[in-house]
T-cell receptor, first 113, second 115 residues
């Protein structure tokens, strides 16, 4: 079935440390993997995405890695700052012809000064 | 200039009532969606329309009826509201409906509370 598992559900780090969030997906035909950040009371917003023809992508302090064989992908945030505190969602596109994203359950990241 | 806007932002109502949430996007996108976010923050797709045509219909009670009068608008009507319908409902849009084409742009969400 269509499923995306995300771990951990909560993550607490000190400012300046790194944070890693991991996801696995079930559909081997998935080939688009975005990450969304949702601040408290706000809308989810795309922060980075990766497609299956790429193994890694970086954008300043954030990076995403993809292992298609193992069907998992990860978000890495370096030099965390208090404003990184939010809920992060991974997602995977599912086959069937339409732009259907299935989201993981979310990771609540808390960055302590 | 809000890209995806939803109204109302908050909705408090009694069980058994019927309510609607409206969504509009000014991005020129072809495809719109409704997602439900429950109290545990889980985001689950409900429906998707492409240029007024229903293309994704997940396992949602038939008390929920989406309507798209044109490709810039997608409304959600809910009949006979139940306690379990309490959630934040997010409207979203994307440039096309073609698989893997990319980013969803979300609205601010509509928080529905059923008493």
């Amino acid at each position: 079935g269509e499923n995306v598992e995300q771990h951990p559900s909560t993550l607490s780090v000190q400012e300046g440390d790194s944070a890693v969030i991991k996801c696995t997906y079930s559909d081997s035909a998935s080939n688009y993997f975005p990450w969304y950040k949702q601040e408290l009371g706000k809308r989810p917003q795309l922060i980075i995405d990766i497609r299956s023809n790429v193994g890694e992508k970086k954008d300043q302090r954030i990076a995403v890695t993809l292992n298609k064989t193992a069907k998992h992908f990860s978000l890495h945030i370096t030099e965390t700052q208090p404003e990184d505190s939010a809920v992060y969602f991974c997602a995977a596109s599912f086959s069937g012809g339409y732009n259907k994203l299935i989201f993981g359950a979310g990771t609540r990241l808390a960055v302590h000064p | 200039d809000t890209a995806v806007s939803q109204t109302p932002k908050y909705l408090v109502t009694q069980m058994g009532n019927d309510k609607s949430i409206k969504c509009e996007q000014n991005l020129g996108h072809d495809t719109m969606y409704w997602y439900k976010q429950d109290s545990k923050k889980f985001l689950k797709i409900m429906f998707s329309y492409n240029n007024k045509e229903l293309i994704i219909n997940e396992t949602v009670p038939n008390r929920f009826s989406p309507k798209s009068p044109d490709k810039a608008h997608l409304n959600l009507h809910i009949n006979s509201l139940e306690l379990g319908d309490s959630a934040v409902y997010f409207c979203a849009s994307s440039r096309t409906s073609v698989a893997n084409t990319g980013e969803l742009f979300f609205g601010e969400g509509s928080r529905l509370t059923v008493l």
